[in-house]
């Protein structure tokens, strides 16, 4: 039996057995709506409420493998968005911090299509996932989310053993640095170039890490970007003008900005 709970932007449903797991969902995202709107776009107006954002949490994989049937375009992932209005995915992660990554992750892409972007624009695939991995990957402290402050590792019960386990973020981070290493990874100009059948293609996991720390730089790469040139960026994507010039009246010669990135995603 499915169980509901209604807060001013959110729906909640959820079949898992615990009464406060609708709850908690929809009290998370309209609080991680609050933290993104104050973080990130200070002062930003946002676009005016349509209709509630329906959020909807499986207990298990195999809950959610029943809806996937029907929509066979988000088959690979474990939760994703809808413009339509829907957040899904199921419970049944590796661990509490995966889940609440999951769920900041689709959070993070409902707030920039139903509160920032201009009806009947798309943002670049490398900013909306980025973003997305940006807030995914944040840390929670005290029931807060920290933007830009990567999560920490947690300690986990093993054989009668506390042992600590990277986070996703550190996993993710250190994978990416591997392939800088080595020459790979699709860099500033492949990533702004990158259609959704290359994003979401073979090399995906690079894709994902690469926009997500391209994110991160233009936030962070500099003390004032944060509220300064970051700011402006998202305004400039949500109106809907051309990523690559966007970028560059905002942060200078993608190939200056090539170098200084890959040095900023190497010592990470």
């Known amino acids: 039996h499915a169980r509901r709970l209604r807060l001013p932007r959110v729906v909640a449903r959820s079949d898992a057995e615990s009464e406060r797991t609708a709850t908690a969902v929809a009290g998370n995202v309209e609080a991680i709506f609050a933290t993104l709107a104050r973080e990130l776009l200070p002062g930003f107006v946002q676009q005016p409420e349509r209709i509630k954002l329906q959020v909807v949490a499986y207990r298990s994989r195999a809950s959610y493998a029943a809806l996937m049937r029907e929509m066979p375009e988000y088959e690979w992932s474990a939760g994703f968005y809808s413009p339509a209005g829907l957040i899904a995915f199921h419970l049944e992660q590796p661990s509490d911090e995966a889940a609440t990554a999951l769920l ?159 040095a900023y995603a190497k010592s990470f």
Do not use: C, I, M
């Open 104 to 262: 900041l992750h689709e959070a993070a892409h409902a707030f920039l299509d139903r509160y920032v972007v201009r009806r009947g624009v798309a943002l670049p695939r490398w900013f909306g996932e980025g973003l997305a991995q940006y807030v995914g990957n944040s840390e929670v402290r005290d029931g807060r989310l920290v933007p830009g402050q990567k999560a920490r590792g947690r300690y986990e019960l093993w054989r009668g053993q506390h042992v600590r386990v990277d986070s996703e973020a550190s996993l993710e981070a250190a994978q990416l640095q591997r392939a800088l290493r080595k020459g790979e990874g699709p860099g500033v100009a492949r990533l702004l170039g990158a259609t959704p059948e290359t994003f979401y293609g073979a090399g995906r996991e690079l894709y994902y890490g690469s926009a997500w720390l391209f994110v991160h730089y233009l936030r962070h790469g500099a003390p004032d970007w944060a509220t300064t040139r970051f700011p402006q960026l998202v305004l400039y994507l949500a109106e809907g003008y051309p990523d690559d010039v966007a970028v560059r009246q905002l942060y200078g010669d993608p190939d200056a900005l090539e170098a200084a990135f890959r």
